[in-house]
């Protein structure tokens, strides 16, 4: 039964402590049936107690075990048919180090009542937050974070992440703490070199210690400072790992100072803790020196933005902040000047560099009509255009929050590590502590087993399992960037390398999706060209916006006939058009005009059954007084110049092709025949091409779906990879995974290979990464690993995983696709 009760508060409360309860938001219930059905589904999610769901306040009120039902609860409600409003925060996160730290800044937010999904991201350093509406606010979150011992605060526009990155880094995160307490672990490190040449030399122990203490105490009280905070909220990182490691080698020569007499030389490890110090230093500067690097792509586009425009009002030009543009308004772009807003030309003829946006590096022409986009570089000619789209609407807006979406969120490759990270530092410590005391008890050296503990702490690295999988998709979303290929979150990112079918839309897809003229053909012989024929048909058109009409003057443009003027033009609804040209009554139509009007097609009858039968439209042209055939004209969607090659290297990697379209089966059979396509399903309705999608599917294929129009926005999300063209509709986009932002067939094979560059760069990273700890720990607990050495191999791990997945920036478009090569 819906509940009666007042207004619920908006944020989720619990009046007693044994009874929790809980609101959802719900959107789409209509009436009282809608109430029962959303009650009942919710009444089936475990540990859900009690529901009562009311239409006044959209809202359901749940009994339940605790907060942790609520995502299931969502769930249920979508699977109902209804739809939970949820809201999206993004925090950037300080002080984090290793994967230990994002496993438990995500416990700090999924404990915030109302957050539904919650992914942290140690490459951007950043928190990705799903709430339910009006349940948690950014106060909260950032509080929970700070109780799990981090800063926290909330990303207010998209590219700031990049902007940020971009700024000087501050003193204690640059290189001169580096340098100086390198310089200072110099010296101590010296007599050991020394020894490898055979000459026997130390400082006293005194020098030592004075070198050592700034070194463990200032430049290392960052690991002091983050591994206390780690301790409070019952937990462990890396920080405290190279605490506890340090601080061992440093009280451990401050007891062998201790007890040995003045005039006696102890070996000390002073040398051991302030070089470990340095190194994890080193390793951590270069870490977010390559991780920064990571963001080039994001912090490329955000530096396209101008910040001022220069917009005409009243007749006089002046220049404006970018912000104070509104839509409507029109802006002047002079030429070499980077394009403000999103628009439309309204004077004036250039040429645009849009590269940063799609990739490709022809200029493209603009005139009158054009669309020009926020961004790109105008050339040679002064353009005038009308406001369509500012700020968070424009297109290269659009792209850095799709960019930033992808490189924020987790690839599922990603949960394991997560799980390993959980109990990586325990581990770590447990290990440490058998290590000191099995070398104590059965070896008797209480001062070999702490310097092999030691090792142990400081070799331990979860930095190179928390930037294994980020770094990589970051570089790898990057690079497709570059190339006009925007992935909209990792999951499509790591689906596409096994993608073995893709499915095609036809018009517009791998079409042009505007129709041309393609034949024609006279009665008269003596205008075997058609250009008589081609003036007629363009007079009757000239006034008229229909694609074919088009399609016809700008044939007769091409030829440059001059077209004469037609009178008494007047539309024949569900027929053609009628009018007289040069004295003579024609008429303009199809087929079925043709027979109406009683004019034999004569010897052009077989011509138009060949064009038909082609896929072609044919239209013709009939004198009316008295009814003869004039000629015909015939309509095709020309193929894109990059299909042909795209499908070829499609099929060259392995990957079936498929052709998904409305059109009749001549139309598709010709442009399968063609581009070499494997199989074409033709005369599919919109609505049953999801369905045929799910069943290309069947037997373990991965399907990606390519398409750019409204009714393959349902084919897009029913794929495992929807891949969607931005000459499209915007419905198209948001159903997809991958949008391509040229309509190009060949960025299709580009997508599939950056995915699969990119996982394997994952895969290479995470090998790594597990294969450095699985070695490495056993060997500095066995005493095979001096804690320097340990600690320079801890600074290495993580330096070489984000290198590695640099290396993703050297990918180009046209690289071997899903099963090539390095």
């Not at 250039?350 to 493209?364: C, K, Q, R, Y």
């Not at 363009?538 to 916006?545: D, F, I, N, R």
């Not at 015939?634 to 060259?652: E, M, Q, S, V």
Request: glycine share 10%; net charge neutral.
């Amino acid at each position: 039964m819906p509940s009666s009760s007042a207004a619920l508060p908006s944020q989720p409360v619990r009046p007693a402590a044994d009874a929790p309860e809980w609101r959802l938001p719900v959107d789409g219930m209509t009436c009282a049936s809608c109430v029962r059905r959303v009650e009942n589904a919710l009444a089936r999610v475990p540990g859900v107690r009690d529901v009562a769901v009311n239409l006044a306040t959209e809202a359901a009120t749940l009994r339940a075990d605790s907060g942790a039902v609520l995502p299931a609860a969502a769930r249920a409600v979508a699977d109902a048919g209804y739809a939970v409003p949820q809201d999206s925060i993004e925090l950037d996160i300080a002080d984090m180090t290793c994967a230990s730290c994002v496993a438990r800044v995500e416990k700090a937010l999924h404990a915030v009542p109302g957050v539904m999904d919650a992914q942290v991201n140690l490459a951007t350093e950043r928190a990705s937050v799903s709430v339910l509406r009006g349940a948690a606010d950014t106060a909260a979150l950032v509080a929970a974070i700070a109780r799990a011992g981090y800063g926290a605060t909330q990303v207010e526009e998209a590219g700031q992440q990049a902007t940020q990155a971009g700024r000087p880094t501050a003193f204690w995160d640059g290189p001169w703490p580096v340098a100086i307490s390198a310089a200072l672990s110099l010296p101590l490190m010296a007599p050991m070199v020394l020894q490898w040449f055979g000459v026997h030399w130390m400082l006293p122990a005194w020098v030592q210690w004075l070198l050592a203490t700034p070194v463990q105490f200032v430049f290392g009280w960052r690991f002091y400072k983050a591994g206390w905070k780690a301790v409070r909220a019952g937990a462990g990182n890396m920080d405290l790992l190279v605490a506890l490691g340090t601080t061992a080698a440093y009280g451990l020569s401050l007891w062998l100072m201790w007890r040995t007499p003045a005039d006696a030389m102890p070996h000390l490890y002073f040398e051991s803790a302030a070089v470990v110090i340095a190194l994890v230093r080193l390793g951590k500067w270069l870490e977010t020196r390559a991780k920064r690097q990571t963001a080039d792509a994001i912090r490329a586009l955000a530096a396209l933005r101008p910040d001022t425009a220069r917009v005409r009002r009243g007749g006089q030009e002046k220049s404006v902040p970018l912000a104070a543009v509104r839509v409507g308004d029109e802006v002047v772009v002079r030429p070499g000047e980077r394009i403000p807003v999103d628009a439309e030309v309204t004077e004036g003829n250039s040429h645009a560099d849009e590269s940063m946006l799609t990739g490709e590096s022809v200029p493209v022409p603009k005139k009158p009509g054009d669309r020009i986009t926020g961004g790109a570089i105008n050339f040679e000619g002064l353009l005038v255009a009308r406001t369509v789209a500012v700020g968070a609407e424009t297109v290269l807006a659009r792209i850095i929050r799709m960019v930033e979406h992808a490189q924020a969120a987790k690839a599922p490759i990603q949960r394991m590590v997560d799980q390993v990270s959980a109990v990586f530092v325990p581990v770590v410590l447990g290990i440490a502590l058998v290590t000191v005391l099995g070398w104590g008890l059965f070896a008797g050296d209480w001062e070999v087993a702490l310097l092999n503990a030691v090792a142990v702490l400081v070799i331990a690295c979860p930095c190179a399992l928390g930037l294994a999988t980020p770094t990589a998709i970051m570089a790898g979303t990057g690079a497709g960037a570059r190339a006009g290929i925007l992935i909209k979150d990792a999951e499509a990112l790591e689906i596409a390398h096994r993608v073995s079918v893709v499915a095609f839309d036809k018009t517009g897809t791998l079409t042009v999706g505007k129709p041309e003229v393609v034949a024609l053909h006279a009665s008269d012989l003596a205008d075997a060209e058609g250009t008589s024929l081609l003036a007629r048909l363009a007079a009757l058109q000239a006034g008229s916006e229909h694609p074919l009409a088009r399609a016809v003057l700008a044939a007769a443009q091409a030829r440059g006939i001059a077209v004469p003027q037609a009178t008494e033009v007047r539309a024949l609804p569900g027929r053609g058009i009628a009018g007289v040209v040069d004295g003579k009554a024609l008429q303009l139509g199809s087929e079925r005009l043709r027979a109406a009007l009683g004019a034999e097609a004569g010897t052009l009858a077989p011509v138009a059954q060949r064009l038909r039968d082609q896929g072609r439209t044919v239209s013709w042209l009939v004198e009316t007084a008295p009814p003869r055939v004039a000629g015909l004209v015939a309509f095709g969607d020309a193929i894109k110049p990059g299909a042909p090659a795209a499908i070829a290297r499609l099929r060259a990697a392995g990957v079936r092709t498929v052709m998904l379209t409305g059109d009749n089966a001549g139309a598709a059979a010709r442009v399968a025949q063609t581009l070499g396509l494997d199989e074409v399903q033709a005369e599919v309705l919109p609505e049953d091409k999801a369905a045929r999608v799910q069943e290309l599917g069947q037997g373990g294929a991965v399907v990606a779906m390519v398409g750019d129009g409204i009714n393959d926005a349902p084919a897009l999300a029913a794929a495992d990879v929807g891949i969607a063209m931005s000459t499209g509709t915007d419905v198209a986009m948001h159903a997809a995974g991958i949008t391509l932002m040229r309509g190009d067939p060949a960025l299709v094979a580009d997508a599939l290979a950056v995915s699969h560059r990119t996982v394997r760069k994952i895969r290479q990273n995470l090998f790594w990464a597990f294969f450095y700890n699985v070695v490495g720990i056993p060997l500095a607990a066995a005493g095979l690993l001096n804690p320097v050495v340990a600690g320079a191999a801890m600074a290495f791990s993580s330096v070489s995983v984000v290198s590695n997945a640099l290396l993703l920036r050297r990918w180009r478009p046209g690289a071997a696709t899903a099963q090539g090569g390095e």
